[in-house]
């Protein structure tokens, strides 16, 4: 999922709206006296900062020094754009399968100068495939449903298309990345495959924001732990979650944007 919130179906779509699809559109504002609940706002007559403002919850992303962003799993641009905004200087490469999704993103995307997209999806071979085009665009995957469907019933309805899958060590051989590369990774199970075509650009990649699973939510995906086993052998250190997912069944964690960043 990649957009999803913990609300009721039927405010899905005012959700979505609001939010906007995608990693950094799931970073949902709220209050800050919920968090401060319990917590002195002043210590010896001086104001206790807790939280980050609004202007401050970026600066250490903006520190690193990030000259190129790749967006693997792009869908329409939702992240691209906020990226955009966080790192205005960065090249931007972004990668979706889906046709109709490609379009709209060329669309969103098409007054920014410093990005340039791709109709192809990311793995770790090129071949030619069909992937589950969901009724619910963001859940699309190449791989089939598994608990998915269970926890956000509404996403049970798919058709096929033919894709393209190509590399990202095979197209980084024809695009200028500088280093401090920010890898994004939102593919819907196909994580470990996108990593593993991934190998010699993650030389020089700085930090990756990847989605990863609690549940097997599309069968046979790798879930956290198989994928922190990889990026830590690969000398990345997990730095935490931007946020959660939560099942609206139950309630219980399905995914999280996980933050990795190199040694």
């Known amino acids: 999922m990649k957009a999803l919130v913990n609300t009721p179906l039927n405010l899905i779509g005012l959700e979505l709206k609001r939010t906007g699809k995608g990693l950094l559109g799931k970073f949902v504002s709220t209050r800050r006296s919920t968090y401060l609940t319990g917590f002195p706002t002043h210590i010896k007559g001086f104001p206790l900062k807790i939280l980050p403002s609004e202007e401050d919850k970026f600066k250490w992303l903006q520190n690193m020094n990030i000259k190129t962003v790749i967006d693997v799993g792009a869908h329409t641009g939702e992240f691209a754009l906020k990226i955009h905004k966080i790192l205005p200087d960065a090249r931007i490469y972004s990668f979706e399968p889906l046709k109709d999704c490609f379009e709209k993103l060329n669309k969103n995307l098409k007054n920014i100068t410093n990005f340039q997209c791709f109709n192809v999806a990311l793995g770790e071979k090129l071949q030619e495939t069909e992937i589950h085009h ?78 990863t699973s609690f549940k097997e939510l599309y069968k046979s995906q790798p879930l956290f732990s198989d994928i922190y086993h990889i990026l830590t052998k690969l000398d990345f250190i997990y730095l935490g979650s931007w946020s959660q997912i939560k099942s609206p069944i139950d309630g219980s964690p399905c995914q999280e944007d996980s933050i990795f960043i190199k040694r």
């Not at 899958?165 to 500088?178: E, G, R, W």
């Open 134 to 211: 969901n009724d619910f665009s963001p859940s699309s995957s190449l791989l089939k449903l598994g608990e998915h469907k269970d926890h956000f019933p509404f996403t049970q309805g798919s058709t096929k298309e033919i894709i393209q899958v190509d590399t990202l060590d095979s197209f980084a051989q024809k695009l200028n990345l500088p280093k401090n590369i920010l890898l994004k990774i939102d593919v819907q199970g196909f994580e470990d495959k996108v990593i593993a075509g991934s190998l010699s650009t993650l030389s020089d990649v700085k930090l990756i924001i990847i989605e």
